[in-house]
Nanobody
Framework: QVQLVDSGGGLVQAGGSLRLSCAAS????????MGWYRQAPGKQREWVAI???????NYVDSVKGRFTISRDDAKNTVYLQMNSLKPEDTAVYYC???????????WGQGTQVTVSS
């Protein structure tokens, strides 16, 4: 089992920045990928950024150049640095961690990000 705790959300004006954190605990060895997803009101959950255990990162086109995902393996924590925030980035952001087995798939509780215009 893996437990994920998301934090760092808040209210920010357009153009501002926030850094989200996802602290993992438990059987970390089963995890190969960690990522951030978001869900806006009335919309489906979408992936935002993913990072592999080797450090390779991928981003959805809408956040490329603005968001950066990183990991600190010593702290079992993944971060999402969000710069140049836009109102359309408003959503609940969820951390996800998963391994190669389907049963190794975990979600954080979510953290609200609100960007005002």
């Amino acid at each position: 089992q893996v437990q994920l705790v998301d934090s760092g959300g808040g209210l920010v004006q357009a153009g501002g920045s926030l850094r989200l954190s996802c602290a993992a605990s438990g059987t970390i060895s089963s995890i190969n990928f960690m990522g951030w997803y978001r869900q806006a009101p009335g919309k489906q959950r979408e992936w935002v950024a993913i990072i592999s255990s080797g450090g390779s990162a991928n981003y959805v086109d809408s956040v490329k150049g603005r968001f950066t995902i990183s990991r600190d393996d010593a702290k079992n924590t993944v971060y999402l640095q969000m710069n140049s925030l836009k109102p359309e980035d408003t959503a609940v952001y969820y951390c996800r961690a998963w391994g190669r087995r389907s049963r190794d798939d975990y979600w954080g509780q979510g953290t609200q990000v609100t960007v005002s215009s």
